[in-house]
């Protein structure tokens, strides 16, 4: 069965940095991956994809240059390093899987998520 | 960017019941167009993609129609666990974009 786990979600400060990371099981880990965004009582926000093997990376406006994408395919894990943080990236963070190694925007299966909430 | 808008933004219906959520995208999308059911605490589930095809595993009671800028997503006799948000989704270009979601509640 395919599973994904994210976890390093908590409360930090504006301004602050927090690291997610998601352990994937269950299948080949030479996918693409994408972080997706829930804002709670709001949508869904891409946020970040990665090839296979890493050598190419994505993100949306509203991150780049503060949060950096990666993956250690040798552990089948995928992080999220994420720095200057703002109020408004307060959300839940889905790890997804891509149907190709290249980045196809798809993103099938999901994660459960892990909540981050940046608040003073 | 593609700008997804889906009406309704909440529907309340009954067991049974067959639903239809639209989506129009700002532009053409071709059959571009996946169907994703979120509920809170779980996992987000990719139901429909390219527009018309069931994710496996999913209840043949889900079907996905449309080209180009509309397209539905119909829910026949709906089901006790049918009750979750949908969005769809866009995956014709980079960034992908969402619509805002439909609540789908019990009547």
């Known amino acids: 069965e395919v599973q994904l786990v994210e976890s390093g979600g908590g409360l930090v400060q504006p301004g602050g940095s927090l690291r997610l990371s998601c352990v994937a099981s269950g299948f080949n880990y030479i996918y693409a991956m994408s972080w997706v965004r829930q804002v709670p009582g709001k949508g869904l926000e891409w946020v970040s994809a990665?090839?296979?093997?890493?050598?190419?990376?994505y993100y949306a406006d509203s991150v780049k240059g503060r949060f950096t994408i990666s993956r250690d395919n040798s552990q089948k894990t995928l992080y999220l390093e994420m720095s200057s943080l703002r109020v408004e990236d307060t959300a839940i963070y889905h790890c997804?899987?891509?149907?190709?190694?290249?980045?196809?925007?798809?993103?099938?299966?999901w994660g459960q998520g892990t909540l981050v909430t940046v608040s003073s | 960017d593609i700008q997804m808008t889906q009406s309704p933004s909440s529907l309340s219906a009954s067991i049974g019941d067959t639903v239809t959520i639209t989506c129009r995208a700002s532009w053409g999308i071709s059959t571009y167009l996946n169907w994703i059911q979120v509920k809170l605490g779980r996992a987000p589930k990719l139901l429909i993609h390219g527009a018309s095809n069931v994710q496996s595993g999913v209840p043949s009671r889900f079907t996905g129609s449309g080209s180009g800028t509309d397209f539905t997503l119909t829910i026949n006799s709906l089901q006790p666990e049918d009750f979750a948000t949908y969005y769809c989704q866009q995956s014709y270009s980079t960034p992908p974009t969402f619509g805002q979601g439909t609540k789908l509640e019990i009547k």
């Open positions: 990665i090839s296979g093997s890493g050598d190419r990376t």
């Open positions: 997804a899987k891509d149907r190709f190694v290249s980045w196809d925007n798809w993103f099938d299966p």
